[in-house]
């Protein structure tokens, strides 16, 4: 037997042994979170449709049997991973908009577009999170994601409307633009490296993109028009 051989099969036995003692819930729950860093870290450079079991268990250096342990498909990894960067970034909200804050809408749009800006990342995901990730997984699953949502962007809600002196349910409609021009903007086709080349075949250049311009511009624009409808 070869180095090479012996040195790959010890690296597998080892991960086999400590797959195996992997039985209480706490264990159970370390094994989730590899998982997750796993699949967030290969999400980082490759396209989401390239991205498999395989490729998540090859990056675990697990089988893909033993993956199979935890879940079902990538998408419940994804909705998991969706799930803990969202409750950053509603947390990051509320803590920079405190209840009877007085902030003109400047100051909410600088802040706000600095938290989309360091929470491009949950945009991302967001991006293929109706399309792909919420339907191919349980209703069971997909039921907890929700609720998860919802108990954060009420609360969100009520203090975005109380802020700007407009219904709940204008604050609702204003966060979820906010949000869908976010996960889109993310996921700009001109940081696809082959519409970048298809340009250049026909010379044209692809515009440039400022995440944080992008998003204080829009912010400032809908909270304008928002405060000049309740007026």
């Known amino acids: 037997m070869s180095l090479i051989v012996f040195f790959r099969f010890f690296l597998y036995t080892v991960c086999m042994a400590a797959y195996i003692r992997a039985r209480s819930d706490v ?52 909705l998991e991973i969706t799930s803990d960067k969202m409750e950053k970034y509603y947390t990051a909200l509320l803590s920079a908009f405190p209840e009877g804050n007085k902030y003109s809408i400047e100051v909410i749009a600088e802040v706000w ?39 954060f962007a009420d609360v969100f809600c009520v203090r975005l ?16 633009d906010v949000l869908y021009f976010a996960s889109s903007t993310a996921v700009c086709c001109y940081k696809n490296p082959l519409i ?3 340009l250049e075949k026909i010379g044209r250049s692809a ?16 909270l304008k028009w928002l405060a000049g409808e309740t007026q």
């Open 113 to 151: 577009a600095g938290i989309l800006n360091a929470h491009q990342e949950y945009m991302r995901y967001v991006s293929y999170l109706n399309p792909i990730i919420e339907r191919n997984v349980t209703v069971e699953r997909l039921a907890v994601f929700k609720k998860k949502y919802y108990d």
């Open 207 to 222: 515009p440039k993109w400022d995440f944080y311009a992008d998003m204080k511009d829009f912010l400032r624009m809908r």
């Open 27 to 78: 264990h159970k729950e370390e094994r989730l979170i590899q998982i997750k860093q796993a699949a967030d870290e290969i999400f980082s450079s490759c396209a989401y449709s390239d991205i498999t079991l395989t490729t998540i268990a090859e990056k675990l250096g697990w089988s893909r049997a033993n993956l199979y342990k935890y879940v079902t498909t990538k998408e419940e990894i994804f």
């Open 196 to 198: 970048l080349q298809a």
């Open 161 to 176: 409307g109380s802020m700007l002196a407009v219904s709940k349910e204008k604050a609702e409609k204003m966060q979820t």
